[in-house]
């Protein structure tokens, strides 16, 4: 089942603060996170493996909580360079099949 | 290669036609993903390579779509006898080993329009 995205859609002015939250009803192995822009390929930003691994680079980090199947990406201090449509994408255990979150459409406006 | 390539980048057909869509991987990356994606929608998962090995086909929306992979580099993904519900973005994927713990690394991907 696909996970859940929360918000659908955000809109921030340059240098504000983001959460987005991605919630899975089945258990995880691991999560992904993706920015895509309009008519352009997912682009990978971080990948989290373990049960409250919390990884960052820049200004945009995540954290994975094992037991409640959820994980959020944080963007601080938002940049335009930042707008897109941000997607989770989780594996369950058992398979290395991807499945997509339902997308979270960033907005940046200066 | 850089990165993922995808060719052609865009596909016209009428309905009923059969296409080939291809996907170059990164040189070395073991594994080799398809997904389809709809309009204002997340990529769905179609099917998965390890090697030459198809170990996922889960995806695939109906015995009219095949994907192969000979010599476990390129990769094609095959669409017979095409329906209007087939026009979406068809992305293909990369990592260096097993999907669910390594980062998957996206072409540009081909958009294909049925007629």
């Known amino acids: 089942q696909q996970p859940v995205q929360s918000p659908q859609a955000v809109i921030l002015r340059e240098g504000e603060d983001a959460v987005i939250n991605c919630s899975s009803s089945k258990a995880l192995y691991s999560v992904h996170w993706y920015r895509q822009k309009h008519g352009e390929a997912p682009v990978f930003l971080m990948i989290?493996?373990?049960?409250?691994e919390q990884k960052g680079h820049d200004k945009i980090s995540a954290s994975f909580n094992e037991k409640k199947q959820q994980s959020s990406l944080y963007l601080t201090a938002s940049q335009l360079s930042y707008s897109g449509t941000y997607f989770c994408g989780t594996v369950n255990f058992g398979n290395e099949k991807l499945t997509f979150g339902t997308g979270t459409r960033l907005t940046i406006i200066p | 290669g850089a990165g993922v390539s995808q060719s052609p980048r865009y596909k016209v057909a009428k309905r009923g036609q059969d296409v080939a869509l291809r996907c170059d991987p990164i040189?070395?990356?073991?594994?080799l993903f398809w997904y389809q994606q709809a309009l204002g929608q997340g990529p769905e998962f179609l099917t998965y390579?390890?090697?030459?090995?198809?170990?996922?086909k889960s995806g695939l929306p109906s015995d009219r779509f095949f994907a192969e992979r000979p010599e476990g580099s390129v990769s094609t993904l095959k669409i017979q006898r095409t329906q209007q519900e087939d026009s979406a973005v068809y992305l293909c994927?990369?990592?260096?080993?097993?999907?669910?713990?390594?980062?998957?690394?996206f072409g540009d991907g081909t958009r294909l329009s049925i007629l």
């Open positions: 994927a990369s990592s260096r080993g097993e999907g669910r713990g390594q980062p998957q690394h």
């Open positions: 040189s070395g990356h073991v594994s």
């Open positions: 390579f390890q090697n030459e090995a198809q170990l996922d």
């Open positions: 989290l493996l373990k049960g409250g």
